[in-house]
């Protein structure tokens, strides 16, 4: 069964840093892309950042661009986003997620097949 296990997340104040792990299995993972989405309370859930299968491609959006960076080690089947320079705004639950399905949008969250169960984020100010 494909399992995604999310962790790293907590409280940590404006300006800090956070890296966030998801560790993977059940499936190949290297031959995937994987992404990251959040969820902030009251809000839909949106994209932050997603890696092409290889790490040879990365894509942000925009509200975290130059602060966050995704990154995988496929030989520990685990994904990462380092945060930096974190703000208020950032406070979500994050998910990591696998594509398993060609698209040329990286950034749509309905694209995703399956889903971590999420690790908090508070951003203090």
């Known amino acids: 069964q494909v399992q995604l296990v999310e962790s790293g997340g907590g409280l940590v104040q404006a300006g800090g840093s956070l890296r966030l792990s998801c560790a993977a299995s059940g499936y190949t993972f290297s031959n995937f892309p994987m992404g990251w989405f959040r969820q902030a309370p009251g809000k839909e859930r949106e994209f932050v950042a997603a890696?092409?299968?290889?790490?040879?491609?990365?894509y942000y959006a925009d509200s975290v661009k130059g602060r966050f960076s995704i990154s995988r080690d496929n030989a520990k089947n685990t994904v990462y986003l380092q945060m930096n320079s974190l703000k208020a705004e950032d406070t979500a639950v994050y998910y990591c997620a696998v594509r398993f399905y060609y698209s040329r949008d990286y950034t749509t969250e309905d694209d995703y097949n399956y889903w971590g169960q999420g690790t908090q984020v508070t951003v203090s100010s």
């Open positions: 890696i092409t299968k290889n790490g040879g491609n990365t």
